[in-house]
């Protein structure tokens, strides 16, 4: 996806996220889930994108993967912002995460590191 091939990238993503289907690693799968869903949204499929990130955060809460959990629901709310639909893009944002709770970045280049170390949200 990252080299520009977006429909070849979400083909890969759907073949890991078949692969990790019973093998336990529900983290991985959760993180597959998540680029698999952009993927889809970048190549403007936006009612599978849909599917695959309520999946995945649905995945996400059972398994209490916070960082998974507000990554998903910010995922919603930027669908919601670009559907028009502020008030619902808000409700998601204020659900994005807990206070306190670490948030692991979205993926990035090789190399590239954030300077402070990984993000939080605000403290209680």
């Given at each position: 996806v990252?080299l520009?091939?977006?429909?070849?990238g979400?083909?890969?993503l759907?073949l890991?996220?078949?692969g990790?289907r019973?093998s336990g690693?529900?983290?991985a799968?959760s993180?597959?889930?998540f680029?698999y869903?952009?993927?889809?949204?970048?190549?403007?499929?936006?009612d599978?994108a849909?599917?695959?990130?309520?999946?995945?955060l649905?995945?996400?809460?059972?398994?209490?993967f916070?960082?998974?959990?507000?990554?998903?629901?910010?995922?919603?709310?930027?669908?919601?912002?670009e559907?028009?639909?502020?008030d619902?893009a808000?409700r998601w944002f204020q659900r994005?995460?807990?206070?306190?709770v670490?948030?692991v970045?979205?993926a990035?280049?090789?190399g590239?590191?954030?300077?402070?170390?990984p993000?939080r949200?605000p403290?209680?």
């Amino acid at each position: 996806v990252m080299l520009g091939n977006v429909a070849a990238g979400r083909k890969a993503l759907e073949l890991a996220d078949e692969g990790l289907r019973d093998s336990g690693r529900e983290k991985a799968r959760s993180w597959i889930k998540f680029l698999y869903a952009e993927s889809c949204l970048l190549d403007g499929d936006l009612d599978a994108a849909k599917l695959i990130a309520e999946d995945g955060l649905r995945m996400s809460e059972e398994h209490n993967f916070e960082d998974q959990m507000a990554r998903f629901r910010a995922f919603f709310a930027s669908i919601a912002i670009e559907e028009g639909h502020v008030d619902e893009a808000r409700r998601w944002f204020q659900r994005r995460v807990p206070r306190g709770v670490p948030v692991v970045p979205a993926a990035r280049p090789a190399g590239v590191q954030r300077p402070d170390g990984p993000c939080r949200s605000p403290a209680p």
